[in-house]
């Protein structure tokens, strides 16, 4: 097999000496740098530094390596143009036919919560970035590996055919690896560097560059002919970063709906549980005992919790999921399990059970949202302050009827939960019981229709929560005639007056919160 020049630089060392040791075998020359020649050298792989190369000495800590007209130029040089051949010949550089890289784990440090800023530029790569992106400039003549994961059938296929046995197409499939992971690593550092950008106007940069990972290839989309996958974010956390403890492999639709259930369960400090179907909330609760919040949550909807998710925001117990029995779901949700639970959930072969360790971890990210040729972003809606006092601080009493403490506290409830219901919503609650939501109707008297009739009987004495205003005094009416005696809704209508003169008519207490919870 005819000799070749390699370069190695990389971070993360393993697998390189089996690579390295093919590729000696097969006739390659290697040059390396700092630590990565120690680590071949150590394992009596024969290596050149760099500088043996370049006959100039790493400089300024190790910044300054590679970054020099004799590696460049073996690496972009091209074969067949006569010029490239006279520089190489003139200066006496031996072209590269190959190299190996990998870069400083910038992600993985400023994910760090104690990360410093001059910890986070330290861990910016330059000189190992530069050498990908030069090989894979002239990917046709020189390969590019990023991905450890690539080692063993490069290694494989030159032991067998050498280097020509790469054919074109998977180096330009390596090429593509390659800029797409300088691509990430770059828009990761334009986010951390945007996030310590408190200054600008609008919180939005003018260009937007996501660094996000893939976890998984999922089965299929939302629907079977459409293809999927999973993508994580550096910062971690969420359904994305979440642990799959058993079961089998999430859906796209899994995920959307335990995603769904995290974010309601969230917007309370209090032990409760929730029941998610089609990402909407059909069940919830909050009690001290989790197995009495499950049966309280169990019973706002019956029918629509078989197949739904529920979520925890406190561990799972034994006792919680004796009561679980008889009724399917899809997934669990919750930040841990108690000693002896997994074992009881391995008898629900169907199940699917996440572990998402902190829950409460506050988004680093905005909400991303495509449209057609383009995306929208805005900042997340956050969960309203858990202390009682400041979530109703703007909260004004606007009808002559004053609501009771139970009535206002019930009235919170369903405000909080009215944020993670579909628009148009309405919640029906009492004593901290999820009764009935109407959810993604047109209008806003369907919803109050839908929540009365599926909370029935218990309707009687409940509190209403609205995410947006009640455009007409229709809505006040028909809740009353459901036996609501407490509304809780943003205001603003311009018939605010004649939805307030309702209120009163009946002798019921309307709340305005001065604020919406649309969501679409």
């Not at 994961?149 to 490069?154: E, G, K, L, R, T």
């Not at 109707?441 to 109050?448: D, H, L, W, Y």
């Not at 947006?468 to 311009?494: C, H, K, T, Y």
């Not at 018939?495 to 309307?510: T, Y």
């Amino acid at each position: 097999m005819s000799s070749f020049q390699a370069i190695f630089s990389v971070f993360d060392k393993t697998g390189i000496v089996n690579l390295a040791q093919t590729l000696e075998s097969a006739g390659a020359s290697i040059l390396s740098t700092g630590g990565t020649y120690k680590t071949l050298q150590e394992n009596g792989v024969h290596v050149k530094k760099v500088e043996d190369v370049t006959h100039f000495p790493e400089i300024l800590g190790g910044r300054v390596k590679t970054l020099h007209p004799f590696i460049h130029g073996s690496i972009l040089a091209k074969p067949n143009l006569a010029d490239h051949q006279k520089d190489l010949a003139t200066h006496s550089i031996n072209p590269t036919q190959l190299v190996v890289v990998n870069l400083y784990p910038f992600s993985e440090v400023v994910a760090k919560p104690d990360v410093t800023v001059d910890t986070a530029l330290e861990n910016i790569d330059i000189g190992g970035h530069t050498l990908l992106r030069a090989a894979s400039k002239n990917f046709s003549n020189v390969v590019v590996i990023v991905d450890p994961s690539d080692y063993q059938w490069i290694a494989d296929r030159i032991k067998e055919k050498g280097l020509g046995g790469i054919s074109e197409a998977e180096r330009r499939s390596l090429a593509l690896k390659a800029f797409r992971h300088t691509a990430t690593y770059d828009a990761a550092i334009s986010e951390y560097l945007l996030s310590l950008d408190s200054q600008s106007s609008s919180g939005f940069p003018e260009q937007l560059a996501v660094s996000y990972h893939k976890k998984i290839d999922l089965r299929y989309g939302e629907n079977p002919h459409q293809k999927a996958a999973l993508y994580v974010h550096s910062s971690g956390g969420g359904i994305a970063g979440s642990d799959l403890l058993q079961g089998q492999p999430l859906s796209y639709n899994n995920i959307l709906d335990a995603d769904a259930a995290l974010r309601c369960i969230k917007e309370f400090d209090q032990p409760g549980v929730v029941i998610v179907k089609h990402t909407n909330p059909c069940g919830f609760s909050l009690h001290e005992h989790q197995k009495e919040a499950y049966l309280r949550a169990l019973s706002g909807d019956p029918v629509s919790a078989y197949g739904g998710i529920v979520g925890f925001n406190r561990p799972l117990s034994k006792e919680t999921v004796e009561a679980m029995k008889g009724v399917f779901y899809e997934v669990v949700v919750a930040p841990d399990y108690e000693p002896g639970v997994l074992e009881l959930l391995t008898k629900r072969a169907k199940l699917r059970v996440l572990r998402v360790p902190n829950i409460y971890q506050k988004s680093l990210l905005p909400d991303i949202r495509t449209v057609s040729g383009g995306v929208l972003l805005q900042t997340a809606n956050d969960p309203i302050s858990y202390v009682d006092k400041e979530a109703t601080a703007a909260w004004k009493v606007v009808s002559k009827v004053q609501p009771t403490e139970a009535q206002l506290s019930d009235l919170l409830f369903a405000w909080r939960i009215s944020k993670h219901v579909k628009s148009n919503a309405i919640v029906l609650a009492n004593d901290k019981i999820l009764l009935g939501m109407g959810a993604g109707q047109p209008n806003r008297v369907q919803s109050i229709e839908l929540s009365i009739k599926k909370a029935g009987e218990r309707s009687k004495g409940s509190v209403l929560a609205s995410d947006a205003f009640m455009p007409f005094e229709d809505n006040i009416e028909i809740a009353v005639q459901g036996g609501v005696i407490a509304v809780v809704q943003p205001g603003g209508s311009i018939r605010d007056e004649e939805v307030i003169k309702a209120a009163d008519k009946h002798g019921i207490a309307l709340v305005f919160t001065g604020s919406r919870n649309f969501l679409h």
